[in-house]
C-alpha cells in the first residue's frame, strides 16, 4: 500500500467521484470543503475578483492535491473555485485524515518534506508574481508543469502568469526562436 492509499484509508468517507471536463467541483462560498487527490485528469482552482475576473491560484494534475486550505484549517467558507479542465478521475476526502493513524517518525518526516517543497513551489511563485519578468514566470511555469502546456488553453496559461494572451504569445514566440 503507498502512502496515499494508506492515509485515505484513515478517512472511511473518501470516496473515488468521475467528473466531466467543465464540471465545478467547489464553488465559493460552500461551507464543507474537501481535499481533492487528482488521479486523472486535470483540475484547477481559482478565485473571481469582483469585477468578474478570474485569477488561478494553481493546476492540479495527476497525483497532485487541491484544496482551500484557509477554508478548512479556519472553518471558513470556501474562497476558491475548483473546476476540470477534462475530463477526471478524483479523490474526495478529508484532510483531517492526515492527522490520523500511526505514523512513523519517518513517515511523517517524508510527509514534512512533500509539505515544505509544496510551500516552496508557492513561494518561489508568490515572488516571481511580484518582481520577475514575465517570460521568467513563464519559464517556470514549464518547469512546475512540464507536461501541461498542451493541455490548458493558453488564456488560462496567461491568467495563472498575471500577463495577457498577447503578452503570453509574445513570450512563447521568443522562446521558439532564440536570438
Request: hydrophobic share 35%.
Amino acid at each position: 500500500m503507498n502512502n496515499l492509499e494508506y492515509i485515505l484509508s484513515l478517512d472511511p468517507y473518501a470516496k473515488t467521484k468521475q467528473f466531466k471536463k467543465g464540471e465545478i467541483i467547489q464553488r465559493e462560498g460552500d461551507i464543507n470543503a474537501s481535499t481533492h487527490y487528482v488521479k486523472k485528469g486535470l483540475l484547477r482552482s481559482y478565485t473571481i475578483d469582483s469585477k468578474g475576473k478570474e485569477h488561478i491560484f494553481m493546476f492540479a494534475p495527476e497525483e497532485w492535491i487541491v484544496a482551500d486550505i484557509e477554508s478548512q484549517e479556519f472553518n471558513k467558507p470556501v474562497e476558491l473555485y475548483i473546476d476540470c479542465l477534462e475530463d477526471s478521475e478524483v479523490i474526495v476526502f478529508d484532510k483531517d485524515c492526515f492527522f490520523k493513524g500511526d505514523l512513523s517518525k519517518e513517515e511523517i518526516h517524508k510527509n514534512t518534506v512533500l509539505l515544505y517543497r509544496r510551500m516552496a513551489v508557492l513561494q518561489r511563485r508568490v515572488l516571481m508574481l511580484m518582481s520577475s519578468p514575465a517570460i521568467d514566470r513563464y519559464e517556470y511555469f514549464l518547469k512546475t508543469y512540464p507536461n501541461l502546456p498542451h493541455r490548458i488553453p493558453q488564456h488560462m496559461i496567461a491568467t495563472y502568469l498575471g500577463i495577457t494572451p498577447q503578452a503570453l504569445s509574445t513570450i512563447r514566440g521568443k522562446i521558439a526562436k532564440p536570438n
